[in-house]
Protein backbone atom coordinates (compact mmCIF):
# COMPACT_ATOMS: atom_id res chain seq x y z
CA UNK A 1 0.00 0.00 0.00
CA UNK A 2 2.81 2.16 0.91
CA UNK A 3 4.27 2.12 -2.71
CA UNK A 4 0.61 2.95 -4.28
CA UNK A 5 0.57 6.28 -2.35
CA UNK A 6 4.27 7.41 -3.38
CA UNK A 7 4.18 9.88 -5.80
CA UNK A 8 8.12 8.97 -7.56
CA UNK A 9 9.47 5.47 -7.21
CA UNK A 10 12.80 5.72 -8.57
CA UNK A 11 12.25 2.10 -8.80
CA UNK A 12 9.69 1.98 -11.67
CA UNK A 13 12.06 3.35 -13.87
CA UNK A 14 15.18 0.93 -13.31
CA UNK A 15 12.48 -1.66 -13.63
CA UNK A 16 11.46 -0.42 -17.00
CA UNK A 17 15.38 -0.62 -17.99
CA UNK A 18 15.87 -3.97 -16.65
CA UNK A 19 12.66 -5.27 -18.27
CA UNK A 20 14.01 -4.47 -21.57
CA UNK A 21 17.24 -5.99 -21.17
CA UNK A 22 15.60 -9.19 -20.49
CA UNK A 23 13.41 -8.77 -23.16
CA UNK A 24 16.53 -8.44 -25.34
CA UNK A 25 18.84 -11.40 -24.24
CA UNK A 26 16.78 -13.50 -22.20
CA UNK A 27 15.68 -16.99 -24.81
CA UNK A 28 12.88 -17.30 -21.59
CA UNK A 29 11.12 -13.77 -21.78
CA UNK A 30 8.01 -14.04 -23.81
CA UNK A 31 8.64 -11.05 -26.08
CA UNK A 32 12.26 -12.27 -27.27
CA UNK A 33 12.99 -11.62 -30.93
CA UNK A 34 9.67 -9.67 -30.95
CA UNK A 35 9.22 -6.95 -33.48
CA UNK A 36 6.93 -4.63 -32.26
CA UNK A 37 4.99 -2.23 -35.01
CA UNK A 38 5.52 0.69 -36.59
CA UNK A 39 4.56 3.60 -34.25
CA UNK A 40 1.48 5.57 -35.73
CA UNK A 41 3.12 8.95 -34.76
CA UNK A 42 6.86 9.56 -35.00
CA UNK A 43 6.68 12.00 -31.85
CA UNK A 44 5.47 8.92 -29.34
CA UNK A 45 8.10 6.31 -28.38
CA UNK A 46 6.58 3.43 -26.73
CA UNK A 47 8.38 2.14 -23.48
CA UNK A 48 8.78 -1.62 -24.92
CA UNK A 49 10.97 0.22 -28.33
CA UNK A 50 13.21 2.63 -26.00
CA UNK A 51 16.51 1.81 -25.86
CA UNK A 52 18.50 -0.42 -23.38
CA UNK A 53 20.40 0.67 -20.33
CA UNK A 54 21.85 -0.85 -17.73
CA UNK A 55 20.14 -0.21 -14.52
CA UNK A 56 23.60 1.31 -12.79
CA UNK A 57 24.32 3.24 -15.57
CA UNK A 58 20.55 5.18 -15.45
CA UNK A 59 21.18 8.43 -14.56
CA UNK A 60 24.70 8.96 -16.31
CA UNK A 61 22.77 8.22 -19.51
CA UNK A 62 19.80 10.59 -19.20
CA UNK A 63 22.50 13.55 -18.44
CA UNK A 64 24.26 12.37 -21.33
CA UNK A 65 20.83 12.51 -23.54
CA UNK A 66 19.98 16.14 -21.61
CA UNK A 67 23.55 17.72 -22.37
CA UNK A 68 23.37 16.67 -26.80
CA UNK A 69 19.93 18.05 -26.76
CA UNK A 70 20.23 21.20 -25.08
CA UNK A 71 22.18 23.28 -27.02
CA UNK A 72 21.41 26.36 -25.04
CA UNK A 73 23.98 29.35 -24.91
CA UNK A 74 21.86 31.23 -21.43
CA UNK A 75 24.13 31.58 -18.91
CA UNK A 76 21.05 31.53 -16.36
CA UNK A 77 19.94 28.02 -16.61
CA UNK A 78 22.45 25.87 -14.81
CA UNK A 79 23.96 22.50 -16.66
CA UNK A 80 22.11 20.00 -16.51
CA UNK A 81 22.22 17.58 -12.86
CA UNK A 82 19.72 15.90 -11.17
CA UNK A 83 18.91 18.17 -8.69
CA UNK A 84 16.92 21.56 -8.46
CA UNK A 85 18.50 24.91 -8.86
CA UNK A 86 19.12 27.60 -6.56
CA UNK A 87 16.58 29.34 -5.52
CA UNK A 88 14.30 26.29 -4.76
CA UNK A 89 13.37 27.80 -0.99
CA UNK A 90 11.46 30.93 -2.47
CA UNK A 91 7.66 31.28 -2.17
CA UNK A 92 6.19 29.81 -5.22
CA UNK A 93 5.74 33.46 -7.09
CA UNK A 94 8.96 34.45 -6.54
CA UNK A 95 10.03 31.07 -7.48
CA UNK A 96 8.11 31.40 -11.09
CA UNK A 97 9.30 34.81 -11.69
CA UNK A 98 12.97 33.35 -11.47
CA UNK A 99 12.71 30.78 -13.77
CA UNK A 100 10.73 33.05 -16.26
CA UNK A 101 13.73 35.72 -16.12
CA UNK A 102 16.14 32.45 -16.43
CA UNK A 103 14.36 31.48 -19.54
CA UNK A 104 14.11 34.87 -20.90
CA UNK A 105 10.17 34.73 -21.36
CA UNK A 106 7.99 36.85 -19.40
CA UNK A 107 4.21 38.43 -19.77
CA UNK A 108 5.77 41.14 -20.92
CA UNK A 109 3.89 44.35 -22.90
CA UNK A 110 5.17 42.97 -26.13
CA UNK A 111 4.35 39.79 -25.86
CA UNK A 112 0.75 41.03 -24.74
CA UNK A 113 0.87 43.24 -27.48
CA UNK A 114 1.67 40.35 -29.87
CA UNK A 115 -1.19 38.69 -27.51
CA UNK A 116 -3.84 41.12 -28.64
CA UNK A 117 -3.79 41.86 -24.75
CA UNK A 118 -2.50 45.10 -25.12
CA UNK A 119 -2.67 48.00 -27.62
CA UNK A 120 0.60 48.40 -27.72
CA UNK A 121 4.24 47.34 -26.72
CA UNK A 122 5.63 50.03 -25.05
CA UNK A 123 7.76 50.09 -21.78
CA UNK A 124 6.90 52.93 -18.86
CA UNK A 125 10.15 53.37 -18.95
CA UNK A 126 9.55 54.70 -22.56
CA UNK A 127 11.05 52.33 -24.79
CA UNK A 128 9.70 51.13 -27.86
CA UNK A 129 9.30 47.83 -26.90
CA UNK A 130 9.22 45.62 -23.63
CA UNK A 131 10.89 42.99 -23.98
CA UNK A 132 12.51 40.73 -21.42
CA UNK A 133 15.96 41.54 -22.61
CA UNK A 134 14.92 44.55 -22.11
CA UNK A 135 13.61 44.46 -18.43
CA UNK A 136 16.97 42.27 -18.06
CA UNK A 137 18.84 44.49 -18.83
CA UNK A 138 18.18 47.84 -20.03
CA UNK A 139 15.19 49.08 -18.02
CA UNK A 140 15.65 51.99 -15.81
CA UNK A 141 12.37 51.14 -14.31
CA UNK A 142 14.02 48.44 -11.99
CA UNK A 143 16.93 47.06 -10.67
CA UNK A 144 19.59 44.91 -13.14
CA UNK A 145 21.66 41.85 -12.27
CA UNK A 146 23.47 39.37 -14.54
CA UNK A 147 23.12 35.87 -15.88
CA UNK A 148 25.12 34.39 -12.92
CA UNK A 149 23.05 36.61 -10.30
CA UNK A 150 20.18 34.44 -12.03
CA UNK A 151 21.82 30.73 -11.85
CA UNK A 152 22.97 31.64 -7.88
CA UNK A 153 19.93 33.53 -7.02
CA UNK A 154 21.79 35.94 -5.42
CA UNK A 155 20.41 39.32 -3.47
CA UNK A 156 20.95 41.07 -7.03
CA UNK A 157 18.25 38.38 -8.48
CA UNK A 158 16.26 38.62 -5.47
CA UNK A 159 15.68 42.08 -6.01
CA UNK A 160 15.32 42.13 -9.12
CA UNK A 161 12.08 38.78 -8.70
CA UNK A 162 10.87 41.39 -5.88
CA UNK A 163 10.56 44.09 -7.91
CA UNK A 164 9.10 42.35 -11.35
CA UNK A 165 6.99 39.78 -9.46
CA UNK A 166 3.60 41.01 -10.23
CA UNK A 167 4.09 42.82 -12.91
CA UNK A 168 5.73 39.88 -15.36
Known amino acids: ?6 LYNPNLQTHGSTEKQKQETDLRHP ?4 SYPRARLKSRKSFRT ?5 PDQAASHRLELWNTWDNTTNEAIQLPKEQLP ?3 ELQRKDWVTLNRARAKVGKTA ?4 KWKLRPNSECPCGNQNQ ?7 ECTEGPHY ?8 TDAAQAWITHWRDKI
Not at 1 to 6: G, H, K, Q, S, Y
Not at 110 to 113: G, K, L, R
Open 86 to 88: SGR
Open 31 to 34: LFEY
Open 146 to 153: TDQDLRDC
Open 110 to 113: STMH
Open 1 to 6: MAELTT
Open 50 to 54: VESVQ
Open 131 to 137: TMDHILS
